[in-house]
């Protein structure tokens, strides 16, 4: 599995790389992280749904994820 994050990953994915993602999830408005969207949506398609920029939170996981190597 890759170590970086991209906007066509869903939350679930992004779950399964590192359990503290889920913090930045939530900040950007993601509380339903166990829901049948969190598998099948992409970061992409839940931060439009949310209102929220797919590349900063993108950016921000990518740099939680390189701090918690």
Partial sequence: ???????DMSIGQVL?????????LMEFGMHCL??????????EDACAAHGTNA???VAQLNEFLAEAE
Wanted: aromatic fraction near 0%; proline fraction near 3%; charge should be negative.
């Fill in 1 to 7: 599995m890759t170590n970086e994050v991209t906007k």
């Fill in 16 to 24: 399964n790389m590192h359990r503290g993602t889920a913090r930045i």
């Fill in 34 to 43: 166990g829901c049948p969207h969190a598998i099948a949506e992409s970061l």
């Fill in 55 to 57: 590349d900063e939170l």
